[in-house]
């Protein structure tokens, strides 16, 4: 399966199958780089180094850099290693470094791509569920301890190599992490997909091979259509934050890591819901939603030390706020979202709501 992600800076392909290894080494013959940087992290590098290595041309050198696993490697000090080390190893700026790992490895592999140099080109090859949809759209950051995200550049990879086999040895918190992105993208855009969704998987150790392709499918081709139209955010792009605003909070509070960003960003998409309805009228059975998140491992619970003045202090930080008025991705229906500044009162109301009816 082949996607074409077209935006105003450049046109590339995604690949995702079982096989789309296979793919790399076209991408890279195709560009005449000079030499490859692979940058990884622990656990991807100790499970599926080599067999990334043995789809690399012959004739072309690469280096390896590991980096730590998760949101530790989206550190200011990490990034200045990277970089170090793609100085000492000779990188130019015919070289490309490649991005193998999570949602976290691409988003700092990318950013040392986009500012090494003033900017090198960079390769997706991604390993989780979550990075069908970091992995597409050119968005690259580092986190900072007063946001997520925070420090980063819009820079669009030469392709994603989306290589499914890898999902399989993906543990449970990483696959209910990637499966929340999947949730977001039938929420924003495609009722039929949340119906088969809600209707089909009742447990994601159970989804076959069809309904993850599937799935992971619709959901870049969801992305790229959003990312065609508005490249960096100046506007529709906005609606793929969809359970960020509160999620991205949730997040920082707890120290990244502690939760996976998919998991953070259900509890976000909740919470968006609750307020759609207050805000919009959504008519939607949100508490079927909830049983059926919560069916399939999911924790609904907002951080019991976090309050609701410290939550509101990080949503005004929100990449989408302005003049401190915090905006939320809200939805009239299932597939029409809309950006909307809320009301301090409503929010506090949403999120007392939660805590309460979590804790009867």
């Known amino acids: 399966m082949e996607i074409t ?46 067999n990334l290595r043995s789809a690399l041309p012959e004739t ?10 998760g949101e530790k490697a989206k550190q200011m000090s990490v990034y200045e290693s990277c970089q170090t080390f793609a100085l000492k190893q000779g990188l130019d700026r015919r070289s490309c470094i ?13 950013f040392v ?9 960079f390769i997706q090859v991604p390993t989780t569920i979550l990075a069908h949809d970091s992995a597409v759209g050119g968005k690259t950051a580092i986190n900072h301890p007063l946001g997520k995200n925070m420090i980063g550049a819009f820079h669009q990879p030469e392709a994603v190599i989306y290589h499914t086999d890898f999902i399989k040895t993906l543990p449970d918190h990483e696959i209910r992490s990637g499966f929340a992105e999947a949730v977001k993208h039938a929420l924003i855009a495609d009722s039929d997909l949340l ?3 809600m209707n089909e998987i009742k447990d994601l150790h159970e989804m076959n091979d069809e309904q993850l392709t599937h799935v992971l499918q619709r959901g870049m081709e969801i992305k790229a259509n959003i990312v065609s139209i508005d490249e960096k955010e100046n506007g529709l792009r906005a609606v793929l934050n969809l359970g960020h605003t509160l999620g991205h ?9 502690k939760t996976t960003h998919g998991e953070a960003v259900m509890i976000g998409i909740v919470f968006a819901l609750h307020v759609s309805k207050e805000v919009l009228g959504l008519s939607f059975p949100i508490e079927r939603f909830e049983e059926w998140v919560k069916g399939l491992g999911y924790k609904m ?4 030390d976090l309050s ?6 990080g949503m005004q930080r929100d990449k989408k706020t302005i003049a401190k008025r915090p905006r939320f991705v809200l939805l009239e229906t299932i597939g029409e979202p809309v950006l909307k500044e809320v009301e301090e009162n409503v929010l506090e109301q949403v999120f007392d709501m939660m805590n309460n009816y979590i804790k009867k």
Not at 301 to 304: G, L, R, Y
């Open 113 to 121: 791509a986009a500012t090494y140099m003033r900017g090198i080109s």
């Open 308 to 313: 609701f003045e410290d939550a509101y202090t």
């Open 301 to 304: 619970e907002i951080p019991q």
């Open 60 to 69: 072309v050198d690469h280096s390896v850099y590991t980096v730590p696993s």
């Open 5 to 50: 992600v077209q935006t105003a800076s450049k046109s590339y392909p995604i690949y995702i199958k079982p096989n789309a290894l296979d793919e790399l080494s076209k991408v890279i013959q195709k560009n005449n780089f000079t030499n490859l940087l692979i940058i990884t992290d622990e656990t991807v590098g100790r499970l599926h180094l080599d």
């Open 98 to 110: 490649i991005a193998f790992g999570g949602g976290a490895v691409g988003d700092l592999a990318g």
């Open 195 to 197: 119906n088969m969704l």
């Open 249 to 257: 909070v949730i997040e920082s509070s707890l120290g990244y890591g």
